[in-house]
């Protein structure tokens, strides 16, 4: 497994503005992923980061709405961009580690789009 | 049709008693399946691996029936510290292809 740390755990922000989500690793991994889970549902991938290179985004996440960047094995960011109300929710970052499709998820950041 | 369902519970159980919960796929082409457990306002954890000769962890047993495209988790002696939401997760050997269920809830009184 990994250890995994995210920054912020919550916010509360205004619409039109924009937050970035940071995800640490304490261990180098290839795969990182970001999800999202609304109130009351289940966890939507946005996309995987890759490192050296663009994130490939999951249908309905597009890059000007959630730019990813991986500058190296150990750290990622997410940012949300011009946000809205519907933006409000968790967004989570996880590793695989073991090649065996295991993941394993950060602590989550807690969204609020007021 | 969803690609992962699960029943939402919730599983209201005594302590000590056995609760089974079962997950459907839809595609047969699902090759890796997980049973994470997220507690309230936590990020999930994963709890099990699911092998296709099924798997036992202490008190938690893991199924996969590929015939009826379900997996099935066990819990014996129900603990307090069991309730949370247990989400089923399958994947088709690609790292693009996880599909979660939306979780089932259980709560284990005294």
């Known amino acids: 497994s990994a250890v995994i740390s995210q920054k912020p755990s919550r916010d509360i922000c205004q619409r039109g503005t924009s937050l970035t989500i940071q995800c640490q690793v304490d261990?180098?991994?290839?795969?990182m992923f970001w999800y999202r889970q609304q109130p009351g549902q289940s966890l939507t991938l946005i996309a995987t980061?890759?490192?050296?290179?663009?994130?490939?985004?999951e249908s309905g996440f597009v890059i000007d709405k959630f730019p990813i960047s991986r500058p190296n094995l150990t750290f990622s960011t997410l940012t949300v961009s011009n946000m809205s109300p519907e933006d409000s929710s968790i967004y989570l970052c996880?590793?695989?580690?073991?090649?065996?499709?295991?993941?394993?998820f950060g602590p989550g950041t807690r969204l609020t789009v007021t | 049709r969803k690609e992962v369902e699960q029943d939402p519970g919730p599983f209201n159980v005594p302590e000590g008693a056995t609760v089974a919960f079962n997950c459907t796929y839809s595609?047969?082409?699902?090759?890796?399946f997980f049973w994470y457990r997220q507690d309230c306002r936590k990020e999930p954890k994963l709890l099990m691996s699911?092998?296709?000769s099924g798997n036992e962890d202490g008190r938690f047993t893991a199924q996969l029936n590929r015939a009826s495209q379900y997996i099935s988790l066990l819990i014996r002696d129900s603990k307090l510290s069991d309730s949370a939401t247990y989400l089923c997760?399958?994947?088709?050997?690609?790292?693009?292809?996880?599909?979660f269920g939306s979780g089932t809830k259980l709560n284990v009184k005294p």
């Open positions: 996880s590793v695989e580690t073991s090649g065996l499709y295991e993941q394993y």
């Open positions: 261990s180098q991994v290839t795969m």
């Open positions: 980061a890759n490192q050296g290179s663009e994130a490939t985004y």
């Open positions: 595609n047969s082409a699902s090759q890796s």
């Open positions: 699911v092998y296709s």
């Open positions: 997760v399958v994947n088709r050997n690609n790292f693009n292809k996880f599909y």
